[in-house]
């Protein structure tokens, strides 16, 4: 998206691949194919032709034209850290005024847009909003690192109410009329759906042990999304409460057909069907009439919210393989639209039209890589970004880091060299989530998983930046470790249990090992032996080649760990685990269970890898203000 804010800072100008480099890459080396790999993925958001380009023109040996002046828009956003990203959103709207000049007449074009509008600015992330369709007043729950309250904006005013005061977290905000509304709030010890006015008169409604996710109402009734989780499986209820004589009907029930985990919901206005999408980003309509279920829309590979624009249109927030952002679907023919393109590692996490206008939510963390040296612990300031940098790991001798990163949209990997400074990226898979990638011993295999639509394992040559293999899985996996011929890899699967297997370099020949087993695996060749995880035993468990039993060492902290804080380096296992408020790393002695100290890293930092002496690490720490995100406000002249 900045490469867009450079060209339409510069439209109708040639500009060269050496003057993108240096102003989107300030002080970091890198090639022609990252100018051209960016090109080419903006083409594909705008849908333009190389060949016969609408927007972007290639000028052969010079560098690229675009072809559309863009309009200037008015906005106004206070943050001044969020600045950069605003200019990136309003870019973004004016692609997809763009695209809708020649994807569809009855879209958004520059000509109809007025004004986008921060609507909220305060320190922290607003997010969860409603408006009331009576009197405009907004609704919405504003979260810090301490904090999670309700405020409302009257219309006409700028300042707005605190509603609520309680430590609960609060989520899903809707107003029942002019002066009541209900939301969910977890507490201590149970979830509810609590009504309150704006005097501050509450009750709940409904409480439960299980989570409860998302809430919609009719005149009569609230609908709402409940999940239970029974032996690692994620199922979600969807109930209804008859707000006049306070039934609770539980919909799932019966052969209903509703998917077993339900991302998102919307009822629809006349109160008779439900949109409703799984977690593959499946869309569905659930007639509640006659309780059936009918697909609708299979182009997503994420939904994050869904909100009925009337009878014919709805209005989808997610991701499909081209873009993320917002959608408008046309329930009659099930065409879709991207209205508006979410930015770098800028999520759009909510978005609704009222009275002719768009509002939306966005979202954002700012994650940073953390080098630990000599006692002394230096931010990676070379390829930290406003967004998400992820899952570091040293290879080539601890003079290169290979990490994950979302500056680029997706999340890929990326090869930072310490000596030259240079940054390149490895993968170009722009998926919605990356795992933790392991790399072979002389650092030039990595094995990662990775989701987009669907769940994928690859392989990539380092040496080379190639994709050696990469296959479609249906459960997730995690890579642990390489043979030291490389020939090997070894993974744990995510099923019903964690179980340990090992596959071939080209991933097609796989084997189980042992179940119940993962977090970290080394093979010993000189003792033909594998060691591991054991979740059940809760310990390290040392197998023959053979797979019998020869040494099991309790390990009372393991079931804390996640995958990434527990690793064997050159013979020696590291974990690390939190004590009293702090965050140790341990060597342990995979034969008696001893650990000896090793470093100390920040309390909220996430470990992620070590040297192979033990003296130098690598973590992550997100920005200590918390979450970032406002809410938005786009204006039409008509």
């Known amino acids: 998206m900045l490469l867009m804010c450079y060209l339409a800072k510069n439209p109708e100008r040639v500009v060269t691949k050496e003057e993108i480099m240096i102003n989107l890459w300030q002080g970091v080396v890198v090639g022609d194919e990252a100018v051209t790999r960016l090109v080419f993925n903006l083409r594909n958001v705008l849908c333009d032709d190389a060949k016969n380009p609408k927007f972007i023109e290639t000028i052969p040996t010079k560098g690229y034209r675009l072809l559309i002046a863009p309009k200037v828009i008015k906005t106004q956003v206070s943050n001044k850290k969020y600045q950069l990203l605003a200019l990136a959103l309003v870019t973004s709207i004016f692609i997809a005024s763009l695209m809708s000049v020649f994807i569809n007449k009855d879209e958004l074009n520059t000509d109809t847009i007025s004004e986008v ?13 409603n408006i009331n369709p009576k009197t405009n007043d907004l609704i919405y729950v504003h979260v810090t690192n301490s904090s999670s309250q309700l405020f409302f904006t009257p219309k006409g005013k700028n300042i707005p109410i605190q509603l609520t005061e309680s430590h609960s977290r609060k989520r899903s905000p809707k107003w029942l009329n002019e002066d009541t509304f209900f939301y969910i709030q977890a507490r201590l010890n149970d979830y509810a759906i609590t009504r309150q006015n704006l005097a501050g008169k509450q009750e709940d409604l409904y409480s439960t042990q299980n989570f409860i996710y998302w809430v919609n109402q009719t005149k009569q009734k609230l609908f709402f999304t409940e999940e239970s989780n029974s032996s690692g499986h994620r199922q979600t209820s969807l109930k209804s409460i008859d707000l006049i004589t306070g039934k609770v009907v539980n919909l799932s029930e019966n052969n209903s057909g509703l998917p077993d985990y339900i991302s998102s919901f919307a009822v629809d206005l006349s109160g008779n069907r439900l949109f409703v999408s799984d977690q593959s980003g499946q869309l569905m309509l659930f007639e509640l009439g006659t309780k059936q279920l009918h697909p609708l829309q299979s182009s997503f590979t994420r939904v994050i919210h869904i909100d009925v624009i009337n009878d ?40 609704k039209m009222h009275q002719g206008k768009l509002f939306y939510s966005t979202y954002q963390f700012d994650t940073d890589i953390y080098l630990y040296k000599e006692g002394e612990s230096f931010p990676l300031e070379t390829i930290n970004t406003p ?4 899952h570091p790991k040293f290879i080539d001798n601890q003079n290169s880091i290979l990490f994950v990163s979302n500056s680029g949209g997706g999340y890929d990997l990326w090869h930072y060299k310490l000596n030259t400074n240079i940054v390149e990226q490895v993968t170009h898979f722009n998926a919605r989530k990356m795992h933790s990638p392991v790399i072979s011993s002389d650092g030039e295999l990595v094995a990662v998983s990775y989701e987009q639509k669907n769940k994928h394992f690859a392989v990539i040559d380092l040496t080379r930046n190639i994709q050696e293999s990469n296959i479609q899985i249906d459960h997730q996996r995690f890579p642990l470790s390489w043979s030291v011929d490389k020939q090997t890899l070894y993974f744990s699967e995510y099923s019903n249990n964690i179980n340990l297997f090992k596959t071939s370099r080209d991933l097609t020949k796989t084997k189980l090992i042992a179940e119940n087993g993962g977090l970290f695996v080394y093979k010993n060749d000189v003792t033909n032996t594998i060691v591991f995880a054991d979740y059940v035993r809760q310990g390290i468990k040392t197998l023959s080649d053979k797979g019998d039993v020869l040494n099991f060492t309790p390990l009372s902290s393991l079931n804390n760990l996640i995958i990434g804080e527990a690793l064997i380096k050159k013979n020696a296992l590291y974990i690390a685990s939190r004590e009293d408020s702090e965050y140790k790393v341990q060597k342990i002695n995979v034969s008696n269970g001893a650990s000896t100290f090793v470093i100390a890293l920040p309390a909220k930092s996430k470990f992620s890898d070590i040297g192979a002496q033990g003296k130098n690490a690598l973590y992550i720490l997100r920005e200590t203000s918390g979450p970032q995100g406002d809410i938005i406000k786009v204006d039409f002249k008509n």
Not at 325 to 336: A, D, F, R, T, Y
Not at 387 to 390: I, K, P
């Open 117 to 129: 509008t921060s609507v909220t600015s305060k320190a922290g992330l607003e997010r969860h909003f």
């Open 312 to 351: 014919h249109n709805l209005l989808v927030t997610g991701q499909n393989d081209a873009a993320s952002g917002i959608w408008k679907i046309n329930l009659n023919n099930m065409e879709q639209s991207l209205l508006l393109s979410a930015t770098g590692g800028q999520e759009i996490a909510q978005a």
């Open 387 to 390: 967004y998400n940098e992820l």
